[in-house]
T-cell receptor, first 111, second 109 residues
Framework: DAGVTQSPTHLIKTRGQQVTLRCSPKSGHDTVSWYQQALGQGPQFIFQ???????QRGNFPDRFSGHQFPNYSSELNVNALLLGDSALYLC??????????FGQGTRLTVV | GIQVEQSPPDLILQEGANSTLRCNFS?????LQWFHQNPWGQLINLFYIPSGTKQNGRLSATTVATERYSLLYISSSQTTDSGVYFC???????????FGSGTRLQVQP
């Protein structure tokens, strides 16, 4: 079992650009959640996908959007990047409300 | 929303010492997890413990859901235990984890 995998591991983008991050869940998991972790802080919930629909959303602007595919993998898209979007982006997978497992994260730097 | 407070924020130990990390939460939860974040950012699952006590080697955890707190015990600490420990909870009205601000542990040889 490969666990939760994310790509890419590192990314550098310019302000105003758009970025897409990808996540493959752990085998047997149907729910994918995305979190943003700023330096020195705990992860903050962005949104959650289940059955290809956004089921719950945290306090993030509409510039943050996502998608879940029939194989349960997911993408996180961020438009009009700001310097403040620089962070570690973490993907977690689970079966419903049970134990969540995290990927290794994508470190995004906006310059 | 639910509030999660972790203490202490920072902890420095000598190798071999024991420690207790605390997590207080402000509402009923149906999921509580402890994680260790390594220097590369990976969150490693330590315990899934909405209630009761569990042990895994030198680590153990106890959650008293009725009193809204959880404790993580680390015994005979090693330098490899260094890193940030997070408590995360899922309250009954949500499906997402809310994280505390973490305890940064440094174990010195």
């Amino acid at each position: 079992d490969a666990g939760v995998t994310q790509s890419p591991t590192h990314l550098i983008k310019t302000r105003g650009q758009q970025v897409t991050l990808r996540c493959s869940p752990k085998s047997g998991h149907d729910t994918v959640s995305w979190y943003q972790q700023a330096l020195g802080q705990g992860p903050q919930f962005i949104f959650q996908y289940y059955e290809e629909e956004e089921r719950q959303r945290g306090n993030f602007p509409d510039r943050f959007s996502g998608h879940q595919f029939p194989n349960y993998s997911s993408e996180l898209n961020v438009n009009a990047l700001l310097l403040g979007d620089s962070a570690l982006y973490l993907c977690a997978s689970s079966r419903s409300r049970t134990e969540a497992f995290f990927g290794q994260g994508t470190r995004l730097t906006v310059v | 929303g639910i509030q999660v407070e972790q203490s202490p924020p920072d902890l420095i130990l000598q190798e071999g010492a024991n420690s207790t990390l605390r997590c207080n939460f402000s509402d009923s939860v149906n999921n509580l997890q402890w994680f260790h974040q390594n220097p590369w950012g990976q969150l490693i699952n330590l315990f899934y413990i909405p209630s009761g006590t569990k042990q895994n080697g030198r680590l153990s955890a106890t959650t008293v859901a009725t009193e809204r707190y959880s404790l993580l015990y680390i015994s005979s600490s090693q330098t490899t235990d260094s890193g940030v420990y997070f408590c995360a909870v899922m309250d009954t009205g949500r499906r997402a984890l809310t994280f505390g601000s973490g305890t940064r542990l440094q174990v010195q040889p």
